[in-house]
């Protein structure tokens, strides 16, 4: 019970702390308002726009700008008819919180 019980918090306290400050952000920054980690919402997954990107090393400078500027920022939107808006409708994201979130979201 006792080995359990150490056990269980060892598990927990080797989580990756980084991973989930950054879904932290992106949780504030409200992108789970239309994304959602695995299942399509009204946008696309963050799953499938990280396979989608794999591989393109100006992934993340473009998630970068997408997610400061919206599907504008790259001539979108390109999943669908629904467009990312830019930040006068939602909360901001500044340049390193941005880079932060895009990293993250290639990594999902
Ligand atoms: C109001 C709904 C909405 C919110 C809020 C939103 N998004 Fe999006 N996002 C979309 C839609 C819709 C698309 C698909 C646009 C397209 O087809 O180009 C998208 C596309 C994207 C893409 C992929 C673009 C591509 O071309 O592969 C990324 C990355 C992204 N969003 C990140 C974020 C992040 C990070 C946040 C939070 C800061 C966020 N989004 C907030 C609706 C939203």
Redesign the pocket.
């Known amino acids: 019970m006792k080995i359990a019980l150490i056990l269980s918090v060892a598990i927990a306290s080797s989580l990756p702390a980084v991973a989930m400050a950054n879904e932290k952000l992106?949780q504030d920054?409200?992108?789970f308002?239309?994304?959602t980690t695995k299942p399509d919402g009204?946008?696309?997954s963050f799953q499938k726009?990280s396979q989608?990107?794999k591989g393109n090393k100006d992934a993340e400078a473009k998630?970068v700008a997408?997610?400061r500027q919206g599907?504008a920022a790259?001539a979108?939107?390109?999943?669908?008819k629904?467009?990312?808006?830019d930040q006068a409708?939602?909360p901001l994201?500044s340049e390193a919180e941005a880079r932060q979130?895009?990293k993250w979201?290639l990594g999902q």
Do not use: D, F
């Not at 979108?76 to 669908?80: A, L, S, V, Y």
């Open positions: 992106a920054k409200q992108c308002g239309c994304h009204a946008a696309p726009i989608h990107w998630l997408i997610i599907s790259t979108g939107p390109h999943w669908n629904a467009t990312m808006p409708e939602r994201v979130i895009a979201v």
